[in-house]
């Protein structure tokens, strides 16, 4: 997959909407901005439609029918009929109707109705607690692995995890 970028300056901080092609997927910003070297988005982003090789951004992110190989965020993640490969998230991630391959991350889970491979909470400085919601018909075919060891899952009734949960305890999801 090539990127399409139309952007003739190495970075660019605008407070106007801006967009960036790359294949058939649009990513756009509100406010912050793209740093064309890095790849970076800075601020909220939206991106719908598409495939996308790899994709990171600093700041609050909504995908709604995008296919992105690599994405890695910092800040929070809503998702709605997406495919991301391998995604690392610092924040909170919201996900419906989605599939993930792979996720490493160092804050909350929220799946409904999606379906993921493996859950890797790593050992990290942060505080407070590590929280998974499997929501819905959610399906994790292989391991939710907390490294720390002070993860709590909280299982649907409908909600199936195929492989083995480490460190964390499961509790129902009420609801």
Request: net charge positive; with cysteine; aromatic share 6%.
């Amino acid at each position: 997959m090539k990127r399409i970028i139309s952007v003739s300056i190495l970075t660019l901080l605008t407070t106007a909407p801006f967009s960036l092609y790359a294949e058939a997927a649009v990513c756009q910003f509100v406010s912050g901005g793209y740093q064309m070297g890095s790849g970076t988005f800075f601020g909220p982003t939206i991106c719908s439609a598409g495939k996308l090789e790899e994709l990171s951004v600093n700041g609050p992110l909504t995908l709604h029918g995008t296919e992105i190989k690599t994405l890695t965020i910092n800040g929070p993640l809503t998702m709605n009929q997406a495919t991301i490969q391998d995604l690392t998230i610092n924040g909170v991630l919201k996900a419906t109707q989605s599939h993930i391959r792979t996720i490493t991350v160092n804050g909350t889970l929220h799946l409904l109705d999606s379906q993921v491979n493996n859950i890797n909470v790593p050992k990290t400085p942060l505080t407070g607690k590590y929280e998974i919601y499997l929501e819905g018909t959610t399906l994790v075919n292989s391991n939710i692995i907390f490294r720390k060891g002070e993860g709590v899952v909280y299982q649907s009734k409908e909600a199936t995890v195929k492989g083995s949960i480490k460190g964390a305890i499961v509790r129902p999801l009420k609801d």
